[in-house]
């Protein structure tokens, strides 16, 4: 098979800081490789995936997010470059759209973000020609209108990961600078177990800085401390050396790829029982899910109960990339029978 594979244009495939999505495209683009398939990836001109790759915009336009130019400009040229491929697996938004112009071309879509706002109402318009997968069963839940054609959960290569032994007795927290994500509640429950927290944030937008000023940076300490967004070399190396990852979410988090990069270092990990966390962490086996911050403090307490080998062998079996690449070459298999 030859698969197209279409990122947003955002953030380099794979990302050199904060980018979810372009991790877990960069995961596909290479396991389809590996399975044997071919695959031509549409992404910017400063990525460094290891297959095939077409362009039109020199750099990612993270400065811009969110902005419809660049990637209308992105998707349409995205659509010319990928027209020798047999299915196209798109992860902007506007590509669904627009490939209503090519009826007799397999297109299959991934949705990353959080189907219980506006996103229903995009992709309840289109579901019905563009096949929908969603990474989690929190994240289609809120949207039972929306035809989803699998649920696929996420997926990482352990042996690419060091695996650690939380020598290092801090705590960690990581993502976005959000009082959704939670970065103030990881402190208080730090704070009040009486142990170190090393917090790793992507802090770019005035919403973020804003958060951080009022809620984060005022209770900055010797023990609580904020490094900024750091690449992923050294976010893995924290990871290794943290004794749990804090995930005190207050959304509906479609799926926190965090958690099992964490796992996949064999750091457990606590999070509030929201979003996709009850489908990833294992409660007493890789973490546990706590359902405010004074059981979070009191998981901390219970941290050394956790086997860190059981935490990196969920990764290694169900959270790994072949898992996730086999249920996508058997979803687009199913879709390219069906149109024939």
């Given at each position: 098979?030859?698969?197209?594979?279409?990122?947003?244009?955002?953030?380099?495939?794979?990302?050199?800081?904060?980018?979810?999505?372009?991790?877990?495209?960069?995961?596909?683009?290479?396991?389809?490789?590996?399975?044997?398939?071919?695959?031509?990836?549409?992404?910017?001109?400063?990525?460094?995936?290891?297959v095939e790759k077409r362009h039109i915009l020199p750099v990612a336009q993270g400065w811009r997010i969110g902005f419809a130019v660049p990637e209308i400009i992105h998707?349409?040229?995205?659509?010319?470059?990928?027209?020798?491929?047999?299915?196209?697996?798109?992860?902007?938004?506007?590509?669904?759209?627009?490939?209503?112009?090519?009826?007799?071309?397999?297109?299959?879509?991934?949705?990353?973000?959080?189907?219980?706002?506006?996103?229903?109402?995009?992709?309840?318009?289109?579901?019905?020609?563009?096949?929908?997968?969603?990474?989690?069963?929190?994240?289609?839940?809120?949207?039972?209108?929306?035809?989803?054609?699998?649920?696929?959960?996420?997926?990482?290569?352990?042996?690419?990961?060091?695996?650690?032994?939380?020598?290092?007795?801090?705590?960690?927290?990581?993502?976005?600078?959000?009082?959704?994500?939670?970065?103030?509640?990881?402190?208080?429950?730090?704070?009040?177990?009486?142990?170190?927290?090393?917090?790793?944030?992507?802090?770019?937008?005035?919403?973020?800085?804003?958060?951080?000023?009022?809620?984060?940076?005022?209770?900055?300490?010797?023990?609580?401390?904020?490094?900024?967004?750091?690449?992923?070399?050294?976010?893995?190396?924290?990871l290794a050396g943290a004794r749990g990852l804090l995930f005190p979410i207050r959304w509906n988090e479609p799926f926190g790829m965090v958690m099992i990069e964490a796992?996949?270092?064999?750091?457990?990990?606590?999070?509030?029982?929201?979003?996709?966390?009850?489908?990833?962490?294992?409660?007493?086996?890789?973490?546990?899910?706590?359902?405010?911050?004074?059981?979070?403090?009191?998981?901390?307490?219970?941290?050394?109960?956790?086997?860190?080998?059981?935490?990196?062998?969920?990764?290694?079996?169900?959270?790994?990339?072949?898992?996730?690449?086999?249920?996508?070459?058997?979803?687009?298999?199913?879709?390219?029978?069906?149109?024939?």
């Amino acid at each position: 098979m030859r698969i197209g594979l279409l990122a947003p244009p955002w953030t380099p495939v794979p990302p050199r800081l904060y980018g979810g999505i372009e991790l877990v495209v960069d995961r596909l683009a290479t396991g389809f490789q590996a399975a044997g398939h071919e695959v031509v990836l549409f992404t910017t001109g400063d990525s460094t995936c290891a297959v095939e790759k077409r362009h039109i915009l020199p750099v990612a336009q993270g400065w811009r997010i969110g902005f419809a130019v660049p990637e209308i400009i992105h998707v349409t040229a995205g659509y010319d470059a990928l027209s020798d491929v047999d299915i196209i697996h798109d992860h902007t938004v506007f590509g669904p759209f627009y490939c209503e112009r090519f009826p007799d071309r397999p297109v299959v879509t991934t949705v990353h973000g959080a189907l219980d706002g506006e996103l229903a109402q995009v992709y309840e318009r289109i579901h019905e020609r563009v096949p929908v997968i969603a990474i989690s069963e929190a994240q289609r839940r809120p949207a039972p209108q929306v035809q989803v054609a699998r649920v696929i959960h996420h997926g990482v290569d352990a042996v690419e990961f060091p695996y650690g032994s939380g020598d290092g007795g801090y705590f960690m927290f990581l993502g976005r600078m959000s009082p959704d994500k939670g970065a103030h509640r990881a402190m208080e429950a730090a704070y009040k177990a009486g142990v170190p927290l090393i917090m790793a944030a992507k802090m770019r937008e005035s919403l973020e800085y804003d958060y951080f000023e009022h809620a984060v940076q005022p209770y900055l300490n010797d023990d609580l401390v904020y490094l900024g967004e750091v690449p992923h070399e050294k976010k893995l190396e924290l990871l290794a050396g943290a004794r749990g990852l804090l995930f005190p979410i207050r959304w509906n988090e479609p799926f926190g790829m965090v958690m099992i990069e964490a796992m996949a270092c064999g750091t457990p990990v606590l999070a509030f029982p929201e979003g996709a966390a009850p489908e990833v962490v294992a409660h007493g086996e890789t973490g546990f899910l706590c359902n405010d911050v004074a059981e979070m403090v009191e998981a901390i307490q219970r941290i050394d109960s956790i086997d860190r080998a059981a935490c990196r062998a969920s990764v290694e079996g169900y959270f790994s990339t072949q898992r996730m690449v086999a249920e996508h070459i058997a979803l687009f298999e199913d879709i390219l029978a069906a149109r024939t």
